[in-house]
């Protein structure tokens, strides 16, 4: 009775002892001077264990069984501590069969285990673990003897060595498989080195048959299997951390910053305006838009410009338009083409520019509208998309078009002179193509008025092979003798009759 309450005294030390460690390095963690990230809480694991106990000592050991239980807590990613209780019975004979002995053992330690794959980053959870450890506790056993005095006779001399507490050190190492996150099996051994007065009386002898002391100590051996199970909240807490990846909290880190990043920079319509900036996040794909997401609506008439066919044509007083951006009702005082007189012909046009041009030498009578020099718009390279920065040019050049409806436009496209002869051709006359698209499907100018002409590299502005600049369109007022070019050799396009 008095062995038990012993036992369960040092187990009771050993838990608070546990307990003290596990709390100071919390506060460690918390303090204000540690601002880096804490160490994640983890379970505790106890267990129970059994297997072979058994003495290495001055009398050949026949084996035995011991039994215990064992608290462990991991105090980071390496670094363990275990405190364990172990009980069992074992003996042994020598070889002459002269002596034996039985041992009753009872037994509590506390060791610092070492993860030895620690540093294995290749999973999150490890599949095992192989540890090594040392540390000290108590034994507290009872020793008897039997010493046979003849070895003809069968007279024995007993013995008995009471219970008494004798330090030990102790070594271990074993190695353990999860198979389950509360759940996982081991094979332990360790062996137990006494210390003191009592080192050399495991076995109950400590002299030989001369009644000399013998030349070393006992070593108490047991190796067992062990059921490991975790305790505590799943919730709360972790797995013991010697089955945790170390860089397991930094990559939950780093998930959750890019989480909060991806969150914040999420463009849901694809407008190139993130979401918490966008006051309206659900545009549709390629809708352009202002800095805070909204459709943009250039002329102000209510019809956003990707659905406006005039989106820089802005109604006057009065004017009204339909679902397409168009004027419905036109207000012929502000539209020439309807014989009101805020306009002005193509014929006073002519006039005007001709008598301006005269003042300063620059023309003859026969100068008119057609000497006229219209803006270029520019493209990318090997590119045939009009920029939307361009809509406005073309816009105006439409205007123009509606208030001198007997006008007629060339359209001519060109390269640069980088690239095969051919395919810059070929491109010229798509970039001009894709103009008199726009201005018809955008503006409503009629196609017979729009005459695509194509130069490919043949008149540079600028000397370099890939200036910019020479990647045009012009636009010019069409004569009464210019017709429509052909497209380049090679096109799958045919020229439509009357264009």
Do not use: C
Not at 218 to 232: E, K, P, T
Not at 334 to 340: D, L, N, Y
């Amino acid at each position: 009775m008095t062995a038990k309450r012993t036992m369960l005294l040092v187990l009771l030390l050993l838990i608070a002892g546990l307990g003290y460690a596990q709390k100071s390095k919390e506060e460690k963690k918390t303090s204000p001077a540690n601002n880096s990230q804490p160490t994640p809480k983890n379970m505790w694991e106890v267990g129970a264990h059994g297997g072979y106990l058994f003495n290495s000592g001055d009398v050949a050991t026949q084996g035995g069984y011991g039994a215990g239980l064992h608290i462990r807590k991991s105090l980071d990613y390496v670094f363990s501590l275990r405190g364990e209780a172990i009980y069992g019975n074992f003996s042994g004979t020598a070889f002459d069969s002269l002596r034996n002995f039985e041992n009753n053992w009872l037994s509590a330690s506390v060791v610092g285990l070492f993860n030895l794959n620690s540093l294995r980053f290749n999973d999150k959870t490890r599949k095992f673990t192989i540890y090594a450890g040392a540390g000290a506790g108590a034994s507290y056993f009872e020793v008897n003897t039997k010493r046979r005095l003849d070895p003809q006779d069968r007279m024995f001399e007993e013995r008995t060595f009471e219970r008494a507490i004798t330090p030990h050190v102790v070594v271990t190492a074993g190695f353990a498989v999860r198979l389950g996150k509360r759940f996982n099996i081991g094979i332990d051994h360790q062996a137990m080195l006494p210390l003191g007065a009592r080192a050399d009386l495991v076995d109950g002898f400590d002299r030989d048959e001369q009644g000399e002391r013998t030349g070393s100590g006992d070593i108490v051996q047991y190796a067992n299997l062990r059921l490991n199970f975790n305790i505590g909240s799943s919730s709360r807490l972790s797995e013991p951390l010697y089955w945790i990846n170390p860089l397991e909290n930094v990559i939950a880190q780093v998930s959750e910053t890019r989480g909060r990043m991806d969150a914040a920079l999420k463009d849901s319509d694809g407008d190139g305006v993130p979401d918490i900036f966008d006051e309206e996040p659900d545009t549709p794909p390629g809708v352009p838009v202002d800095t805070k997401g909204r459709t943009l609506d250039s002329d102000g008439d209510g019809i956003p410009d990707y659905k406006d066919r005039e989106p820089y044509n802005p109604p006057r007083a009065g004017e009204m338009v339909n679902e397409f951006g168009v004027v419905v009702n036109p207000n012929p005082a502000e539209r020439p083409s309807m014989g009101g007189g805020g306009g002005v012909s193509e014929e006073r046009v002519r006039e005007i520019v001709d008598e301006m041009l005269k003042d300063y030498r620059l023309t003859e009578n026969a100068n008119s509208v057609a000497d006229w020099f219209l803006p270029m718009i520019h493209f990318g390279n090997e590119n045939t998309t009009i920029k939307y920065s361009d809509y406005g040019t073309l816009a105006g050049i439409a205007r123009m078009m509606k208030n001198n409806p007997n006008m007629r436009l060339v359209i001519t496209g060109h390269t640069d002179s980088t690239g095969p002869e051919e395919l810059n051709n070929m491109l010229s006359y798509q970039r001009a193509q894709a103009v008199v698209n726009h201005l018809v499907e955008n503006h409503g100018i009629g196609r017979g008025r729009l005459l695509i002409e194509w130069k490919g590299p043949q008149e540079v502005l600028v000397p370099q092979a890939s200036s910019y600049m020479n990647r045009r369109v012009e636009f010019r007022v069409a004569s009464r003798d210019d017709v429509e070019m052909d497209p380049p050799s090679g096109s799958s396009q045919k020229k439509r009759d009357g264009y």
